[in-house]
Structures are given as C-alpha cells and as structure tokens.
C-alpha cells in the first residue's frame, strides 16, 4: 500500500527511488513487523486472559507442562496481524504470488483458530478431529496447487539441488506434490509447537533462508548464475519472509521461557503452510525439507512411534514427538529449546549451501 503511494512520487522526489528496491522495502517490512508485535502484544495477552482463552493440557505431555495450564493461546493471532499488515504495506500488491501466499496463510489460520476455540471450549486440549481437520487443509492446499498449475501456468518441474540439470517434470503429479508439500509443512510446525519458543525459532530461521531464496529466485541474473529456477515475480516474497522474521521475533519476546502467551493452531498450521506455499513459487521445495529439518525430525519421531506401538506394542521414544522424549531423559525445557535453535541454524546454513554446491 505505502509502495504504492510513495514510490509515483519518485519522479518528483528522486531520493523516494529507494521504495523500488525489494531490499529497502524488505528491511522496512521486517521492522514494521516488530514493532508492531511490541505494540499489539502486552493488549492482545490481556484481551485473551480476559476472555479465559487459557491452554488446556492435554494428559499425554511431561507432567511438568501442567503447570502452564491456562497460559493464554491464539497468540498466532499477533504472528499473522505483525506479517499480514507489513506485507500489504511494503509489498507490490499487483504481484500475484503475494496474494497467493497471504490467502493460504489466512486460510491455514482460519483454520487453526476453529481449533485453538474448540480446545479452550472442551477443555479436553483436542481440537477438531483429524477426520475434520484434515479435508480443510487439503481443500485449501488443492486450491492453491490448481491456481499454480492452471492459471498462474507454474512450472511443475522439480528442481534438486546439488545437481545442475536434474529437474524432472512432475506434470499433473504436480498437484498432489504441492498438496503435502503445503498440509504436511503446516502440520510439521503444528507438531513442533509443544514447548516456549521452540517451534518459531526453526521458523523465523526458515523464513530468512527463503528470505534469501525468494530474492534470488525473483532476479534473473543471479538465478542464472547460480543454476537456480528463475521464477518471474517471486522476488516480492522476499518482503513476506522479512515480515515473517520480525514477526516471529516480536512473538518470541512473549513466548520465550516462561511463556506469556502460546502461538497455537492459529500460528501454528498457518506459519507452516505459508513456507510450504514459498518454497513452491520459489521452486526450493528440497531445500525445505532440510531448513525445515527440525520439523521434518518432529514428524517422523510421530509416525515411528504410532507404527511401532501398533506393530510391536513398543514405543521407540519415551515420548513423541522427539523434544518431549529429550525432556523426559532428563533435558530441562530451556536446554532442548535452545539446542534445537541450534541444530536449525546449521540446517539452514546447509540449505543455503546448496545454492553453489550444483
């Protein structure tokens, strides 16, 4: 919006010039997004324990967690009001791909806020049914795979880094391909999201790695260069991503150890589906998968441990997903948090390795 009011002036102000550089306007975003997180979220807490929309523990978690039984939940709401607002601020509006991303992540959100409602309300901590849940998802996801490959006429090749010419045309598998890319990275997030600050730490590191990803994809000279997809436009989301990192450190002043406030399914399922959905126009889904290595772990200590207990009657883990089974062996909560931080700050730097290693 302010792009767009500002920068017609430059032919009369020339230093307004700046506003066309997706750089400045990345950086601009990023602080607007935390400076409204400080704003909005001492208001927001005390709006949601007024309205008793407290955290309701489930009885398969450390017992340890009873004691943040009824921090208040939905601070997503703050995570998605600090990215949306920046990004119809600071962004091109005409650019397609932004309008596509916000709307998935509204959408994911929606979603995720029937949830967190249902849960406060039942008191029992379980939400919507995955038999419920599960459709939406895949409903929103469809929609956002057929406007990428219909309308938008998206390339459906699969570009795999380290190689230079592997790109195999996945055509109409296309669809289903960026169905799970979407559902399973919001739900990877979702599963993350089990102690303060653990789950937006990986994520404000994913979203400055596509940060990254999404400026040099958008640039056709050093998409060249690098042996990169070059896809027209795509540079704009570099601003969502700034939007993203500053929301998410707004949101970690009060989701630090001790928590002020919990992101739930609100943040959650949405901060997931929106990096699925860049990871998808920037054509870096592969270097998802190892940024997001965290939440990829997360998932697959879930479905080992089902698959075990219902074919073995053993449990691998003491506890899934993997950062509950680290807490019962003994990890204090800050410890695995920060060690997780970690090992996602190398993921990335692997991922973004991949950029030069072809």
Not at 169 to 178: D, E
Not at 321 to 330: C, D, I, S, V
Request: aromatic share 14%.
């Amino acid at each position: 919006m302010l792009y767009h009011l500002i920068y017609p002036l430059h032919t009369v102000y020339s230093f307004l010039n700046v506003f066309r550089y997706i750089t400045f306007r990345t950086i601009c975003a990023t602080i607007t997004a935390l400076v409204i997180s400080f704003i909005i979220g001492p208001w927001l807490i005390k709006k949601l324990m007024e309205f008793q929309l407290g955290q309701s523990i489930r009885e398969d978690v450390p017992r340890s967690h009873l004691a943040k039984e009824g921090t208040p939940t939905m601070g997503g709401i703050l995570i998605l009001f600090a990215l949306i607002a920046p990004t119809l601020l600071w962004a091109n509006l005409t650019n397609k791909y932004v309008w596509l991303v916000l709307l998935t992540t509204f959408g994911f959100s929606l979603i995720g806020f029937i949830d967190d409602l249902k849960k406060v309300r039942d008191r029992d901590g379980m939400g919507i049914k995955a038999r419920y849940k599960f459709p939406l998802q895949i409903g929103i996801a469809l929609a956002v795979s057929w406007v990428l490959y219909g309308p938008f006429d998206f390339s459906t090749q699969l570009w795999v880094p380290f190689f230079k010419r592997l790109a195999p045309n996945l055509g109409w598998l296309y669809i289903p391909f960026a169905v799970a890319v979407i559902v399973g990275t919001s739900n990877a997030v979702n599963l993350t999201d089990g102690l303060d600050g653990l789950a937006i730490g990986p994520v404000m590191i994913s979203g400055a790695t596509f940060l990254i990803f999404s400026y040099l994809s958008g640039h056709y000279k050093f998409a060249h260069y690098l042996q990169i997809a070059f896809v027209r436009g795509s540079g704009e989301l570099t601003i969502f991503c700034g939007g993203l990192v500053g929301a998410g450190l707004g949101f970690l002043w009060f989701n630090t150890y001790p928590a002020q406030v919990f992101m739930g399914d609100t943040g959650s399922l949405a901060l997931g589906a929106a990096l699925g959905t860049v990871a998808l126009v920037t054509k870096h889904e592969v270097p998802l998968a190892i940024v997001g290595g965290i939440f990829v772990l997360e998932t697959i200590s879930v479905i080992i441990q089902v698959v075990s207990f219902r074919l073995r009657k053993r449990r691998i883990f003491r506890m899934a997903p993997l950062h509950h089974h680290f807490e019962l062996k003994g990890w204090v909560e800050p410890k695995v948090i920060v060690r997780f931080w970690i090992i996602a700050i190398i993921l990335g730097l692997v991922a973004i390795s991949t950029l030069k290693l072809r």
